[in-house]
């Protein structure tokens, strides 16, 4: 089938910093929508649609796939035997040739999809035309660490919901595009941003907070769909943030913590919550059974600098559970106290059934860390059950960051970065994209400066030394790694898999690859002209399935950037 192109505008202004404070004024019209509807109303999105998403075939409803964040999809058009067949069926071409990290989400054949500086498109699923296409009109503020990201919008009701990069959620009408209302989140003025997609869950829209890096107070919020008043926040960082002064990681190595040391700090300046950081980059996996939240948050701050937060720094570095009807607090578990190395808690939980110590049958969590593991956390109490093999090279842990650096692995972008893993329950495996990029760390203590990057040093890639990554399925009931393929180079985004017995990532060569999820052989590639460097999903439009994923490149890792939309389908 011969590709459809859209027209490439060029995006005026859109400079691309990784890891620096970035004060962006759109000078787009506000809150423009171009395009007129051209395929009538978007059925409603009800409840009960988003709760059975993990079996819904014909839609991909959520970020993740569906609320236990699994990224399974049920289909098996396109599978083992027939992958080699996939050809592309459309190429959308957005506005803005930047940085992309969104993953489509598509409801009765309508497609929405994101691009940095917070553009949301809606396409035709089945050709990729667009119906609409909405500019967020940026304020005068804007600050985030690791570019201009979007991940992607939730969906409830006839509204779409996106958080933006000074720090509002915006709700759109589905069917026209056209601003419904907004409402700021927090202080863009004092570090605070959004780059992660919401979650909508009765009623309510479900967002957490970026600017670990900028001494911001980290949160999870939920807001009234309808109306966008605040209902709750739970704080990511404990008015008592101390906890147990715990001188070991979750895996049980010494991390070489001056407690004396800390506890006279703390004596001499007081708790540090307010400023100790927490964002939370990514979704949070729903229990509606037990109505239970699950998230991770992420590094302390400064990243860098422990002399200025004494204490464990609760809940950094933590999976957390709390209410979903209150935000209360129900559980956590801390992979990695007082941590001076920003490897923070960051790739989103998921849902599943998991043996316990004894062998038996519990409702489990799963978190990637930046450390290379997958632990594996029993959902009623958060408690960890085992961690897995590494997953890639672990040395000189967990050496102290010094002023002139000190070499330790893995780097802190990981081990899983951001990138969301998934899950094949019929093989009880997990699957991890991983990057291996051997890193010095560095500290320098200087005093918070107020909504400006506060990393309390920097950490500094190796130049000499080789830099690649992997993608690694993980028997989540052993912790055994099954099978590893090599990448030329660190892997950022996120995999799918399928029951089809297929696994799609991507890579920031531009590679999109198919494997099969039980050997990792691979299948089938295409190369996309950008970095394949965002989660990709799938959908079934008229007995007809599709495969779909952006290739804009990556700020963070300095991938090729690009603009386009591209879905595959198999060769007639």
């Not at 796939?65 to 071409?93: D, H, M």
């Not at 703390?266 to 109505?291: C, H, S």
């Not at 690694?472 to 052993?478: P, S």
Request: charged share 20%.
């Amino acid at each position: 089938m011969k590709p459809s192109f859209r027209t490439i505008w060029q995006y005026a202004g859109a400079a691309a910093v990784a890891c620096t404070m970035i004060g962006f004024a759109n000078s787009a019209s506000a809150q423009e929508v171009q395009g007129g509807t051209l395929y009538g109303d978007m059925n409603v999105v009800t409840q009960d649609l988003l709760s059975r998403a993990a079996g819904d075939g014909n839609n991909f409803l959520h970020t993740n796939g569906n609320y236990e964040q699994t990224r399974y999809y049920p289909n098996r058009q396109i599978n083992v035997g027939n992958v080699s067949k996939l050809r592309p069926a459309w190429i959308f071409q957005t506005e803005v040739v930047e940085t992309m990290e969104t993953t489509p989400i598509v409801i009765n054949s309508v497609m929405y999809v994101t691009t940095a500086f917070n553009h949301v498109y809606a396409l035709d699923a089945r050709t990729g035309e667009q119906i609409w296409h909405y500019k967020h009109k940026m304020g005068p503020i804007t600050t985030f660490c690791c570019g201009p990201n979007n991940r992607g919008v939730a969906a409830l009701g006839d509204k779409v919901y996106m958080g933006t990069l000074d720090a509002k959620l915006v709700a759109l009408d589905a069917k026209t595009g056209k601003l419904v209302w907004e409402t700021e989140i927090a202080d863009p003025a004092l570090g605070y941003s959004e780059t992660m997609a919401p979650t909508a869950v009765d009623g309510m829209i479900l967002i957490g907070t970026n600017g670990g890096e900028y001494g911001i107070r980290g949160f999870v919020k939920a807001f009234d769909a309808e109306s966008g008043d605040l209902k709750w926040t739970f704080h990511t960082t404990a008015e008592d943030s101390t906890g147990v002064w715990a001188t070991h990681d979750a895996t049980g190595r010494d991390m070489l913590r001056d407690i004396d040391a800390e506890k006279a700090a703390l004596a001499d300046m007081g708790d540090p919550y307010k400023t100790l950081g927490g964002g939370v980059w990514q979704n949070p996996a729903v229990d509606l059974e037990t109505r239970r939240i699950y998230f991770v948050a992420g590094n302390p701050s400064p990243d860098l600098d422990g002399s200025l937060r004494p204490g464990d720094n609760l809940y950094t570095n933590s999976l957390v559970s709390v209410d979903l009807d209150s935000g209360e607090y129900v559980c956590h578990f801390q992979y990695i106290a007082h941590d001076v190395w920003d490897l923070d808690a960051v790739s989103p939980p998921i849902i599943t059934t998991v043996k316990d110590g004894s062998g038996n049958d519990v409702k489990g969590i799963l978190h990637g860390g930046k450390t290379g593991h997958v632990y594996v956390h029993n959902a009623d109490d958060c408690g960890l059950i085992r961690f897995s093999e590494a997953m890639v090279p672990q040395e000189n842990m967990w050496v102290l960051p010094t002023k002139d650096g000190e070499r330790m692995l893995p780097g802190a972008n990981g081990g899983v970065e951001w990138s969301p893993m998934t899950v094949d329950a019929g093989l009880g495996l997990s699957y991890a994209i991983n990057l291996h990029q051997p890193m010095t760390y560095h500290v320098e203590s200087t005093p918070y400066p107020e909504g400006k990057l506060w990393l309390g040093g920097a950490f500094k890639v190796i130049p000499d030394e080789e830099q690649w990554g992997n993608v690694t399925a993980i028997d989540y009931n052993t912790g055994r790694i099954r099978w590893q393929v090599k990448t030329p180079e660190p892997m950022i985004g996120g995999i799918m898999a399928t029951a089809g017995g297929l696994l799609f990532t991507g890579e920031g060569n531009g590679l999109f690859k198919a494997f099969d999820s039980e050997t990792g052989s691979e299948l089938w590639r295409f190369r996309a002209g950008a970095g394949v460097n965002a989660p990709p999903a799938s959908y079934t439009v008229d007995g007809k399935q599709y495969i779909v994923v952006a290739a804009g490149g990556n700020t963070q890792l300095n991938y090729k950037r690009g603009n386009n939309i591209i879905a595959f389908t198999l060769a007639e």
